[in-house]
Each structure stands twice: as C-alpha cells, then as structure tokens.
C-alpha cells in the first residue's frame, strides 16, 4: 500500500503492525518469503527492548516506552507512600502503648473517710481511668440513703403518683463467689432499677444471699471435721446451725462486697438471708398452703442421701444403671451393700394369722 492508501485506513494499518510486531506471527511472515518479515512502513522507528535475545526481539514503540515508564514512576511513588504509612502506624502503636502504661497508674489518691463526699477539687485525669473514677463513691450513696425508697419520702407507704417500683434480687449462693453471669445479671437489673428510679418512682432492689442447702452443709461439715474432727451428729442441730451461721458471715460478705464493687443501687438495709426467721416462716407457710390446695403433694419416693442422712434433689443425684445383683461401695459404710434387687417383707400379725 502505498502512502496515500495507509492514511484513508490509519486503524487497520495500526492493528496490522502490532500484530507483525508479535514473534510467533512475524516468524511466518519470514517463512512466507516477506521481505525483512514486515511491509515497509513509514510510522515511528521502533525500540528494541534491552536484554531481549535477538532472534526472539519484542519491538516497542516511543509511545508505549512513555507509558511504561510513568507506570513505573506511579509504582515508586506508590512503594514510598507505603514505607511512610507504615513508620507512621508504627510509632503510632508504640506512643498507644506507652499511654496505656501511664493510664494503669492513674488512681484517686486523695483522702476520704467513708461515707465522705469524693474531692473532687483536684485536676482530673487526661483519659478515662475505672480506679479514678469509681473510687470513693458508693459509701457516700449509701451514707445519703440515695437506694432507700423513703429517699425524698417520709415513709415508704407514701402514696406516689408515678408509681412503684420494687425487685428482690437473684439471692446468689453463700457458697461461692459472683461470675460474669451475675455481673450481667446484676448490671440488666441496676439499669431497670435505675431507670425506674430516675422516672420518679418509689424504687426497691432489695438485695440477699441464698443458704443453698445441701451445698452449704457439705461445706460446712467438711470444715468442722477439718478443724475439730466432729460430724454435724456430734455437735448437734443448734450448735451446727451457729456455724452456718458463722459461714454465712464469712463468705456472704464477700458476696455483698463484690455487688458493692460493681456499683449496684441496694438498698442494703433490707438485706435477706434465706435462713432469716421471718423468711423461715414465708418458706413454711407457703407449702402448707400449696399443699392444703393440694397443688404439692407426696408421690414418688425422694432420693435419700445415706451419707448426708437427709433428702436430695434429682439434679444432685447421679443416675447408674444396673442389670441386677450389684454390691457397691456407699460413703459411710465399711463394706460394700447389696443393689439391683427388690426384697419382700412379710411380718406376722400377732393372734390373728396373717402376714402384712
């Protein structure tokens, strides 16, 4: 084609000379007997690109020279922008920690008897410190009655147009200590009670521990074996009692003390014991009632505990299944006792005769 002829179709000149530019098509040009492998052309004079073998040589134009080496120039300043990014993020991190470590020592250091109103005439911290800002004021709360529901009221049979509100709290077993499932618990409930409080109305969370029953007992005689080598048989009911009591004492004030330290609003002159008399009685009184109603009542035979001498619940009794005769050891007996059978009695009646 002649010059005039390539310029009325300057797109299939452009497409028929990338395409001779490619080594598997320029090699069969070659073979064909094409002079040179390609049709004389007047375009730009192409680059050979260095370090490429001669007999395999890729050919770029200036254009595409120009492109490649802005790419490369974008990919530099790209590579810098990311070394910077990550010095930054670096010394970002360390300054963090380094704050971290100054905000563990932030603490109240000011003197304050409890019951005393928090100083608060001093600078505050910079940043959030739990220790900082906890300190020193739920005695306060307690000293100003703010839990009471006769807080603002002569009394708590006030009438109060907005309303009550009053809950007893979860009792949580005197035997242990407060987990993150009281804490959550605990925490709903401050909020409600809170809420409640702040809307105007008489408020009550009334607060208390539960004996937990058979827990406490083992507990308990464990510790006077331990100490004085006695069972509960020996010291007897009254005197057994006095050291749940003593018990109770011990590990219910810790219990209190964490409900303390979370900041729940109790109103903790009404706390309950579940062995209180006056509690005593409700329990008593209840099922004498339900059981006149006949909503409870005896059916199947109870789980006797021959170590504990008392009845237990089904959640505390651990279920074996036997095939038949089976001897097993029992805590509390010497040798081992006699499973898997039913034996019948039969007692004579005396002057008349008969079995019963």
């Known amino acids: 084609m002649t010059q005039d002829e390539r310029a009325k179709f300057p797109h299939v000149h452009r497409w028929f000379h990338a395409m001779s530019s490619h080594p598997p098509i320029r090699a069969l040009l070659e073979e064909s007997g094409t002079p040179g492998g390609l049709p004389s052309t007047t375009t730009a004079p192409a680059v050979k690109q260095s370090g490429a073998p001669s007999d395999n040589v890729i050919l770029k134009t200036p254009t595409q020279l120009k492109k490649e080496a802005k790419k490369k120039e974008k990919m530099e300043k790209f590579l810098q922008k990311q070394d910077k990014l990550k010095e930054k993020t670096t010394e970002k991190s360390k300054a963090e920690k380094k704050e971290k470590k100054e905000l563990e020592v932030i603490t109240y250091d000011i003197p304050t008897a409890p019951g005393q109103k928090k100083d608060l005439s001093g600078p505050m911290p910079d940043s959030y410190s739990p220790r900082y800002v906890e300190a020193a004021w739920y005695s306060w709360w307690e000293k100003m009655g703010f839990f009471r529901p006769e807080y603002r009221r002569s009394s708590v049979s006030e009438h109060n147009p907005k309303g009550v509100f009053m809950m007893c709290i979860p009792p949580p077993n005197v035997t242990g200590n407060l987990h993150l499932g009281h804490a959550l618990t605990n925490a709903v409930e401050d909020s409600l009670t809170r809420w409640n409080r702040m809307c105007g109305k008489t408020t009550l969370w009334n607060p208390g521990c539960d004996h937990a029953g058979i827990a406490t007992q083992v507990v308990v005689e464990k510790k006077i074996w331990r100490e004085n080598g006695l069972t ?125």
Request: glycine share 8%; with cysteine.
């Open 232 to 356: 509960r048989h020996d010291i007897g009911r009254e005197k057994f009692v006095q050291e749940i009591w003593k018990w109770k004492e011990q590990k219910g004030d810790r219990i209190y003390h964490q409900l303390r330290m979370l900041g729940s609003s109790l109103d903790w002159d009404r706390a309950c014991f579940t062995m209180d008399p006056k509690l005593s009685r409700s329990v008593k009184e209840a099922f004498v009632r339900l059981h006149d109603l006949g909503i409870i009542y005896r059916s199947v035979p109870v789980n006797w505990s021959c170590r504990l001498n008392s009845a237990i619940s089904d959640i505390e009794v651990d279920k074996k299944e036997l095939a038949g005769r089976t001897l097993l050891s029992v805590p509390g007996y010497s040798e081992k006792v006699e499973f898997g059978v039913l034996v019948s009695f039969a007692y004579p009646v005396e002057g008349s005769g008969n079995d019963v």
